[in-house]
């Protein structure tokens, strides 16, 4: 039986899990995700 995790990464189509960390470094030269640009750092 499928994991939460696992069910959610199918529906992006994500393999697994540590592919979909590096979305942001494979989007952020895309002009269409030029809006996501102050997301792609996480500051505390």
Do not use: C
């Not at 992006?12 to 995700?33: M, N």
Request: charged residues 25%; aromatic residues 14%; glycine residues 2%.
């Amino acid at each position: 039986m499928a994991t939460e995790v696992e069910t959610l990464l199918k529906k992006v189509g994500e393999p697994h899990l540590a592919e979909s960390t590096v979305w942001a470094d494979r989007i952020r030269s895309d002009e269409q995700y030029n809006w996501s640009a102050l997301m792609h750092y996480i500051f505390y």
